[in-house]
């Protein structure tokens, strides 16, 4: 007799499927490597999405070389100012903040997210000298970004890697209390992991939520419900039983995109009557391939690709034409 099988329905990959504790991304991990020390992440605001026309850069594809047309985001990218140098030693409890040191000259602005610091404090670097670690709190500059209708910067700590330990404290005693540019961090070519926190759909039920197929015509109930909440042993309601809950705004990662184009005046890609929702861009902005997670106006958490492993180099992809046609009708 064959065995009798049904398959969950939905992914059980990303459960439970809650909101996040903070529409600002955490990036928990950080890939190794690098010859020269530089800051291996960087925030961004989405803008939005258009479409491109490409050589294809893809050795595997069946239009390598050929010109493609490609769905593409663009994320706004002010430059970002580091307001501390953090050092940190590993311990058999995991990494252990040894000491930090703070930009004399902050943003204002920066006092509606943590208190500053009244103190001036002397910049003792030698508590870096024994530092496994070392990370920098860098903020965003929302003010210079028309789209985003805050003040309040947003707060993240980025690691800094690459070369030997006194090759990355001179690089952040470099960087304190100034800014850093896209540019800086990001070539074109490269391959970034983008963490962000996708659109809210608020309270759904389980087609919706889980993609449960819907029930027979015949039901004399309702269409939209699962067909049966489990078994009667064990008897309670199993974690696998799809239910209705919150849908959207979690974090998620999408690993591997590729930077196609970094450019310093926004103006260049904004379509006719500006990005829905969002409006003109008028800082440097980062152009990716595909499509990234969130609504316009989201931060946007990116990070240097930490499961690349395929070792395909793109200098700089070539790109033919980028649509600024309206999408107000779209």
């Known amino acids: 007799m064959a065995k009798r099988h049904h398959p969950r329905r939905g992914s059980h990959g990303f459960s439970p499927r809650k909101r996040a ?4 991304p955490h990036i928990k991990s950080w890939p190794n490597g690098g010859d020269k020390p530089k800051i291996q992440g960087f925030l961004g605001y989405k803008a939005g999405m258009t479409h491109a026309f490409v050589v294809d850069y893809r050795p595997t594809s069946t239009t390598s070389g050929r010109e493609v047309r490609i769905p593409v985001s663009v994320v706004e990218t002010p430059p970002m100012k580091i307001a501390a140098v953090r050092a940190y030693k ?12 703070w930009a004399e000259k902050l943003d204002p602005e920066l006092s509606r997210r943590i208190p500053l610091p009244k103190k001036k404090h002397k910049k003792n670097w030698d508590v870096i000298k024994d530092a496994d670690e070392i990370r920098v709190v860098a903020y965003t500059q929302p003010k210079l970004v028309s789209g985003v209708p805050k003040k309040a910067p947003d707060i993240r700590e980025l690691r800094i890697d690459g070369g030997s330990l006194e090759e990355q404290m001179e690089y952040a005693k ?5 800014e850093v540019k896209i540019d800086e961090v990001v070539k074109e070519g490269d391959m970034l992991d983008i963490i962000a926190v996708t659109k809210g759909k608020g309270f759904q039920g389980v087609v919706k939520r889980w993609g449960v197929k819907l029930l027979s015509h015949k039901n004399s109930k309702h269409r939209r419900m699962i067909g049966t909440a489990g078994s009667w042993n064990p008897s309670w309601i199993q974690a696998t039983v799809p239910q ?5 705004y979690h974090q998620r990662t999408e690993y591997n995109k590729r ?3 970094i450019g310093e005046n926004g103006e260049e890609i904004t379509p006719a009557g500006g990005f829905p929702h ?10 990716l391939h595909g499509s990234i997670p969130g609504p316009a106006k989201r931060l946007i958490g990116m990070r240097d690709a930490i499961r690349y492993r395929r070792g395909v180099r793109v200098e700089k992809p070539e790109i033919t034409y980028i649509s600024t046609t309206s999408k107000q009708g779209a």
Not at 174 to 178: E, P, R
Not at 244 to 248: L, P, S
């Open 259 to 261: 930077v196609l184009k």
């Open 21 to 24: 504790r903070s529409q600002s």
């Open 90 to 101: 590993r311990t058999a409890y995991g990494l252990k903040v040894i000491g930090e040191i």
């Open 278 to 287: 969002y409006g003109v861009v008028r800082n440097a902005y980062i152009l």
């Open 174 to 178: 470099k960087i304190l209390g100034n």
């Open 244 to 248: 209705a809950g919150q849908t959207g």
